[in-house]
């Protein structure tokens, strides 16, 4: 195994990239998911499908991002005890870990199946898309263990500071999906269904090729078969993980009823809608690699007492991701038609993704700062505020926007979309405020004990 990366010494932006870029990468082609069906259901598979896998991908996108953010928290427990020089306890949270998330993958794939349908009506998908998309949501959550434990096996070792293997099996996730897309829409006509598949039958063969690839590798700590059970340390990572978990399910939420808002307003807009989703997963991937990045670079020199280190970290990020952002900003601002038409041939579909895209680009920029403030807090443990400012910034600023924009007399995808930028702002501001308490808090108290 390519040896643990230690973020405590050395120079922070050449640490933090290479560290980010494979994070960067997995991303990108675990995002590749859903695009591929979208893109090939779009172009070799029915328009009504192409609505139903456009609500079905982000049902499943929306529970995957859920375990994934609880999954940092064992990236950021472990990345903590490595900076203490605690490496014996890693075992006990990776058997707790594990033990924890069989019980959480059993849950999900019983409400994904039994509430299929009422989830899919909730999301106000089209009528005639409806069964397209309750077909989509039940394949995946038969798989549902699998897309949990790919997230679990990458948080352990992202948290250990190897970002590379993690980037390994969604890479061999990714073709195997890609290639069964293929097969199964355009070969065997089964549209949705054959996208849903593929997807599941990918995340199965990723998982099992990790775990041998695993047990072949020299491990940097020791695990036996005691440390399985429920014990402690699975308490302090969802004490952790909890608010982070909460507040993605809330975001997420407003997002879906975001989606449920355009869903309203016609299948051009919500198919249009559903492939802009795609450009703004992949748009909005630098800054998540760079807030999971961040907590595991924080964790570790927060665990050796480096506060300041932390701090340059942060600042390193905001810098490095609104960098990239620009550019991102200006494709999506004059492109976004354009990019939009390799997901279908359909003009109206791509115009109104092109409309969102308008309003959403500056969210690009703006995430980056949000992000590395957000991976510097939850790096330190202080995931409450995290959640809270989230929720913050989802309830008062995103929601209502949205909603009164999606009300108006010919609404308009753009002023939609500017309700994301809108609330990032706010966020922003939210987060400069806490960290200016806290620092200040700080001072204080080295006067008093000097």
Known sequence: MASSNNFTEGNITKKLVTFMLPILASLILQAMYGAVDTLVVGKFGSDVGLSGVSTGSSIVMFVTFTVAAFCSAVMIQIARYLGEKKEERIGKVIGGAVCFFIVFSIILTIILLVFARPIAVLMQSPKEALDKTVTYIKICGIGMIFIVFYNVISSIFRGLGNSKLPLLF????????????????????????????????????????????????????????????????????????????????????????????????????????????????????????LMQSMASFVGQNIGADKLDRAKKAMYTGMILGSFVGVFIFIGLIFFGKEVSMIFTDNQSYAFESG????????????TSVLFSYMGYFSGQGKTMFVMIQGLAQTFLVRLPMSYIMSIRPNPSLTLIGLAGPSATIFGILTNLIYYIIINNKKKVKEIIID
């Not at 982070?244 to 355009?262: C, D, H, V, Y």
């Not at 409309?355 to 703006?366: N, P, R, T």
């Open 170 to 289: 969604v890479g061999i996730s990714c073709v195997v999906n890609i290639v069964l897309d293929l097969i199964f829409v355009i070969i065997f006509k089964l549209d949705v269904a054959g996208a849903a598949l593929a997807t599941v039958i990918a995340q199965t063969v990723s998982v099992i090729l990790s775990i041998i690839i695993i047990l072949k590798q020299k491990l940097p700590f020791t695990i036996t078969l005691k440390d399985f059970r429920f014990n402690k340390e699975v308490l302090l990572f969802t004490k952790i993980g909890f608010p982070i978990a909460l507040q993605e399910i809330l975001t997420n939420l407003s997002f879906a009823a975001l989606l449920a808002f355009i869903n309203k307003l016609g299948l051009e807009q919500s198919s249009g809608y559903g492939i802009a989703n795609k450009l703004v997963s992949f748009a909005m991937l630098i800054p998540s690699a």
């Open 355 to 366: 409309e969102y895209l308008k309003g959403f680009a500056l969210e690009v920029i703006l």
